[in-house]
């Protein structure tokens, strides 16, 4: 007897694009348009190819949830950044160094922020605060990042804190944007 | 209540309370809203896939991505609740994920249309647009 159904690679593919809680239910239902409506309509090969078409669609979902990690990651790096930061300004005490610690706390406190505003998911104060701080971030990374390739002897973590900075205030614009649009965070 | 509504605030703080865009309904949203509320006991995925196929002038491609991230999105959003129910074999014993409006749900719908409905008052149809 001839096995009707999406090929096994289709639905490993649509299984490892699904989050852990729709795995089930989602395959299944597709799996009942696949040999209840689909294929007696429109044959094997439209058919798979309906279901590979299906199947790609959760792709942009996919993409969407792996980016809120990195996001995460950068926050709680940059956090961290922040702190040690605080801490060597006030261990040496250079010239200014209370104005470098308000930045290393700067740092620290949008880290917070952000994390916050993609715990709080409803909360719009948050958000707008979180994005107030990522134009100050984008200002502080870009002078920052100028300062360092002007440098004779340029700081390395200088850079990679800049570097980090700058790619967490664009992810977090983005995410904090997608989730004003469609009305929720991540 | 998880949706905010001028409604449900204490009056005292009505007159200060601004619209947040981000609990807005989009379009999509209230069709598959709608698409749950008309399939009443029977709306699981796929039906209410096909229900929002057919909203777009009979059978228009829609993803089955789109609609199920829609539906989870509105779950989480507080106006849709999710029940599971045991597979048959046409599914191949998969379980199924049955979708119900909650009471945010339809308070939600009732004010999309109500605020759809003061803006179409008084405006000609079919629209004249002088080119």
């Known amino acids: 007897m001839k096995h009707i159904g999406p090929p096994a690679w289709m639905e490993r593919l649509l299984f490892f694009l699904l989050p852990g809680r729709d795995r089930e239910t989602v395959v299944g239902d597709l799996y009942e348009e696949f040999c209840d409506r689909r294929a007696s309509r429109l044959g094997p090969v439209r058919t798979n190819l309906w279901y590979l078409i299906q199947t790609v669609s959760f792709v942009p979902r996919r993409c969407r949830s792996a980016s809120f990690k990195p996001l995460v990651l950068l926050c709680i790096f940059t956090a961290l950044c922040g702190c040690w930061l605080g801490a060597m300004d006030f261990r040496m005490r250079h010239p200014g160094y209370l104005g470098q610690a308000g930045i290393a706390a700067g740092i620290l406190l949008q880290a917070l922020l952000t994390l916050s505003a993609l715990h709080f998911r409803r909360s719009s104060l948050l958000r707008r605060l979180s994005m107030l701080g990522c134009v100050i971030l984008y200002w502080l990374s870009g002078r920052a990042l100028i300062a360092t390739i002007r440098d004779v002897n340029p700081e390395g973590y200088v850079f990679l804190i800049a570097v980090a900075l700058l790619f967490q205030a664009s992810l977090t614009l983005a995410a904090l944007r997608r989730g004003h649009k469609s009305g929720m965070l991540v | ?116 409905e003061r803006l179409w008052h008084g405006k000609p149809w079919p629209l004249e647009v002088i080119s």
């Open chain 2, 1 to 116: 209540m998880f949706l905010r509504t001028k409604n449900n605030l204490t009056p005292i703080f009505r007159h200060a309370y601004i619209v947040d865009m981000a609990e807005l309904l989009g379009t999509f949203e209230q069709i598959v809203l709608l698409a749950v509320l008309g399939l009443d006991d029977d709306a699981y995925g796929r039906a209410v896939l096909h229900d929002v196929q057919q909203a777009f002038h009979g059978g228009r491609s829609i993803s089955a991505g789109a609609v199920y991230a829609t539906l989870d999105r509105l779950e989480v959003k507080g106006l849709l609740c999710s029940r599971l129910e045991k597979g048959t074999p046409s599914r191949g014993g998969r379980v199924r994920r049955f979708y119900r409006l909650t009471p945010a749900g339809a308070s939600a719908l009732t004010e999309a249309r109500n605020t759809l």
